[in-house]
């Protein structure tokens, strides 16, 4: 999420954040129930508005129940105890994926060149 830190937004509707993270809407609001590490700020019309600081610990939530399986009440004492550890290592995978894109992308223009 290094990329979002340049800009000037500090509060992200639910529909931005799902866009960004690739994440339904629904799911969101799901998880926002479960954790209760997820807790998006709320207007007086009951609009969700997050931080970035938000969208990291669903990012974690997402890595421990999407990634490794976890059912939601490990996710969430995982993220309890060791939040700093699921962090870096969904960080890692996050850039693992990256250089992996980057590289199958460069196999199909060495491809292309022959």
Do not use: H
């Not at 969101?28 to 129930?33: A, I, M, Q, T, V």
């Not at 479960?34 to 709320?42: A, D, L, M, N």
């Not at 969208?55 to 939040?83: H, P």
């Amino acid at each position: 999420m290094w990329f979002m830190r340049n800009t000037e937004k500090k509060y992200y509707k639910i529909g931005d954040v799902a866009e960004i993270l690739g994440i339904p809407c629904s799911t969101l609001r799901f998880w926002e129930d479960k954790f209760t590490v997820i807790k998006p700020r709320r207007s007086s019309r009951n609009t969700r508005y997050y931080t970035l600081d938000d969208m990291e610990k669903i990012k974690m939530v997402y890595y421990l129940v999407k990634v490794k399986g976890m059912r939601l009440e490990a996710a969430e004492q995982e993220i309890k105890k060791n939040s700093r550890n699921v962090s870096k290592k969904q960080e890692v995978i996050e850039r693992l994926e990256e250089v992996r894109k980057g590289l199958l992308a460069l196999e199909d223009s060495l491809k292309a060149l022959q």
